[in-house]
């Protein structure tokens, strides 16, 4: 999820950007669900959807960009 979210995108979630989301844990997610102010964790991830977009999201991470290269979804 989040590493579709530009710069800009956090900031305006109220989250740290994080460029490389190769390491990004559950945990970690939780933590950038509370720092947005989010309680619920369905509401956190619809509102990175309404911002997602998968040239970033490729950019921020491999397994990602291996998934969309790999699949149906690239042919």
Known sequence: ????????????LGIEYQPDTEEISKGNFKY???ESGYNSE?????E?????DIK????NN???RYFVKNTVYNK
Not at 48 to 52: A, D, T
Not at 56 to 59: F, I, L, R, S
């Open 1 to 12: 999820y989040i590493a579709g979210l530009s710069e800009n995108d956090c900031e305006k």
């Open 32 to 34: 950038l669900q509370r």
């Open 42 to 46: 369905i509401d956190f991830r619809q």
């Open 48 to 52: 990175i959807l309404k911002h997602f």
């Open 56 to 59: 970033t999201a490729k950019q």
């Open 62 to 64: 491999d397994s990602f």
